[in-house]
């Protein structure tokens, strides 16, 4: 088991870079959007190559980072039951989901997007769009990123496990704090308490 927790540290920690990385296209997507915006307005001028870059950055995005989201503890879940159940059933069942859900369906998606990604790459495919991009970049981004996912998956897994034997914290509490949501609804009810302090003091 212990070989199977430092596996999962290895995994872990190439999500980490990768999604820490990732989070650079955001900002190069806003100024490639930014820029394009302007150009157009400005210059009445405009690439279907500046859209494209825009979606195949937001693309990257997506797909790269699952495997770090799903590392934070980030994706949606809709636990209103499992929540109310003891904290060895919930690792059972994620345990479960894992297996017989996220597994197969990344694996899947997985196997199926390389030939799609490699018709792409040797027919050098470009955009169908004038002055688009080539296209198997883009494509390339699928099984990428769901190869990230399954083995941010296989990670989750052995953590899960490991949990269950006592050989490691539980997977899913990765916030010693507030989540991202609870931080942000903390924040609008501050921000409408001062709004209604600042009316009252109007008044």
């Known amino acids: 088991m212990n070989a199977l927790l430092a596996l999962s540290r290895v995994i872990d920690a190439v999500n980490r870079r990768v ?24 210059f009445n001028l405009s690439s279907n190559a500046w859209l494209e870059l825009q979606w195949y950055l937001f693309g990257g995005v997506f797909l790269l980072a699952a495997g770090y989201t799903l590392l934070k503890n980030e994706h949606v879940r809709v636990d209103v039951l499992a929540s109310h ?22 694996g899947l998606i997985m196997w ?20 688009g991009l080539i296209r198997w970049p883009a494509k390339f981004l699928i099984p990428i990123g769901f190869a990230l996912l399954v083995a941010a998956g296989v990670s989750h897994l052995i953590k899960c496990v490991g949990c269950l034997a006592g050989l490691c914290p539980d997977p899913r509490d990765t916030h010693p704090g507030k989540s991202a949501e609870e931080e942000l609804a903390d924040e609008i009810a501050r921000e409408a308490e001062q709004r209604e302090a600042a009316s009252h003091e109007e008044r």
Do not use: Y
């Open 19 to 42: 999604g820490q990385a990732v989070t650079w296209l955001i900002l190069l997507a806003v100024l490639v959007s930014a820029t394009n915006a302007t150009v157009r307005k400005v």
């Open 112 to 131: 199926l997007s390389w030939p799609f990604f490699m018709d792409s790459f040797v027919n050098l495919e470009q955009s169908s769009n004038a002055g």
């Open 85 to 106: 159940l003891s904290r060895r059933t919930q690792l059972c069942i994620e345990i479960f989901g894992i297996l017989f859900f996220l597994l197969p369906m990344a």
